[in-house]
């Protein structure tokens, strides 16, 4: 029962997690591409599990100690999808000297000959992908550049391929701007992997990702994998963008009711920030969900009800806009569940996931963090 | 060395540490008033060890781990100060009968009633706290209202006194504002305090707190006790209110440049929001911050650079305002030291402190969260 759980904590519905997890490879199955999700979002295994086809992987990491834990329970192929340094070299290398084939990625020369001196020092050899900058967003070289070619060249006999991350699909205003963010990503790999091998580089990997631009890309053609994370539990930005709808969110935090600021139309519980994490990512959206849209203890969103502020351990439940609460629905000591704008984040902010089956909380999956 | 550190690591300089505890401890002694340092900042017995004149407390705690974490290294005066629901009131109770006092706090009549019927099937009685509303931002009774005397009728000779926090001096335009602030903090618990003993309770303990209202209250004339936190490490929002110096900044995290966008004058590092917080607290200060002021390894702030924007992994140094940059400054894999907005998010993201003694990365100090 959820009233056997100490407040707050984090709820993962089970149904909704395998939903989501077998539309996104159903979908990408029939595109004939590779699906490499990014395990950066439940850092767990059992959810990785459920949305791989093999136990060994392909999955996408942002840390080492990502990359440690998932190669300590039977994953082989990783790509480290963070610009590489030496300095991570060490650990890396260890994993790849225990079986594992660990790609990394680089955008420069400088980084390229970084990687290579490091990994000679090891003795190993770390497969690299080229970052494309595909929209202007973060980091990589532009498409089938010179800068692009220096890089490949610097590279030489560890060059696996290009790989771009669309974060521009995240502003979207609509599904065909996601579409067209996603050709613009599908195009800036493929033309920057014809670029590399008309220089003679094999050039095996094509890789694009982000959620948005997995669901609703027209056409994978020439790209050889998909990397996509927040698609396992979906959340409110997602549900903003039309990437899901804000039925298939798959986490919610439960949290107690600790009060009422009757005037105010305020219901004060005990999941703050601490719980939902500061994200406020649809803040930037058509419609703003707050610290995150507040449920029902089964999960059922209450009608305009929003967390609409927080303090640490504090979340301040009201209207939508403002106006007056049936105060009587939320004694103290009841249970809601407020659903995340931010998967990654939210989760983040806790040690474990409690697992949501035929509506009651059944195990705790244990989640990780640092690096 | 700060060479053999993995990036990200939150960095703790002790000399900064103990000199901000040493101040505060300080100012409240010359006042005559007792400090009780909200633990929730650090959650580290080492920190709070420094802050206190007493190995046993009092501290202050904001969730129940905390206060078991604190109990079983030694500590035994806890006030528990965010609002207390039945369902916490058995882990409380286990400390109780171990030879804590556990105080709690409620604001209500309902709270107050559950709290004492869940006391009566623990056979424990835990003291509690009215939460007095001096600023309208979050939870309490107003003033010396009637609600205040029935909530003191409910608990009974479970009442211990009062406490408020003043939320409102974060947002404070001036060190005059927040004095104000800070005088109103006091009456309002002051004059509830003589409420509730006109009534025949004995009311006595008087409690107040925030960092900036026990850094320049002019007068603690009937308080009892004066918590705060975020002085420990002090942040980037503090030095925006005035509460501190940018060089009185006890936390940073280090992290590793990965990357340059040249013609964007970025540096790309892999300090994300991962490694910072989603916190953004100094967005609505005169002087934004972005995600942190950019220092040198050696922490010394670099002249206008800030991490303008943050991926979960990925953090996104500039000029503020925009600019050019010299790279030659930032190889990659060449470290810098990023400054937070709010420490206690900051820290929140990581399970560590590493000490920063005589310049040089030292012990280790574990960092617990969880509820």
């Known amino acids: 029962m959820f009233e056997d759980l100490q407040t707050p904590a984090l709820l993962l519905d089970e149904v909704k997690l395998d939903r989501n997890c077998r539309r996104m490879r159903e979908r990408l199955h029939a595109h004939g591409v590779m699906l490499r999700p990014h395990v950066k979002t439940a850092k767990n295994v059992e959810v990785a599990q459920r949305a791989l086809d093999s136990p060994a992987g392909p999955i996408t990491v942002s840390t080492v100690r990502e990359a440690e834990h998932f190669f300590d329970h039977g994953f082989r192929d990783i790509l480290y999808a963070v610009g590489m340094v030496p300095a991570k070299v060490a650990r890396l290398a260890a994993l790849s000297r225990g079986g594992a084939r660990v790609t990394t990625i680089v955008d420069s020369v400088e980084a390229a000959g970084a990687l290579i001196e490091a990994c000679e ?58 579409r067209a963010v996603a050709e613009r990503e599908r195009e800036a790999v493929v033309t920057s992997a014809q670029a590399l091998r008309q220089k003679g580089h094999a050039c ?80 930037r959206q058509r419609i703003d969900q707050g610290y995150g849209v507040v449920c029902d203890v089964a999960g059922e969103p209450i009608e305009d009800l929003v967390m609409v502020d927080a303090n640490q351990e504090h979340g301040i439940v009201a209207r939508r806009g403002g106006g007056t609460l049936d105060f009587g629905r939320f004694p103290i000591g009841s249970l809601i569940r407020v659903l995340p704008n931010h998967a990654c984040a939210t989760a983040a902010q806790h040690g474990e996931y409690r697992i949501v089956r035929d509506g009651r909380a059944a195990d705790a999956w244990e989640r990780f963090g640092g690096w």
């Open 204 to 283: 095996p990997v094509v890789s694009v990702g982000s959620t948005p631009t997995a669901t609703f890309a027209a056409s994978f053609a020439g790209v050889t994998e998909v990397r996509a994370g927040v698609y396992v539990f979906q959340d409110l930005v997602m549900a903003g963008l039309g990437v899901c709808e804000v039925d298939d969110i798959a986490l919610s935090v439960l949290g107690s009711v600790i009060g009422h600021q009757r005037e105010k139309g305020w219901v004060i519980t005990d999941a703050g920030w601490m719980a939902m994490s500061r994200d406020r990512g649809t803040a």
């Open 121 to 178: 020092r090891e003795g190993v050899l770390l497969p690299a992908l080229v970052e494309i900058d595909s929209d202007g967003h973060r980091a990589g070289v532009a498409p089938a550049s010179q800068q692009l070619l220096d890089v490949g060249e610097a590279l030489g006999p560890a060059l696996r391929g290009v790989m771009t991350h669309a974060g521009d699909s995240y502003n979207c205003a609509s599904t065909e701007a996601i």
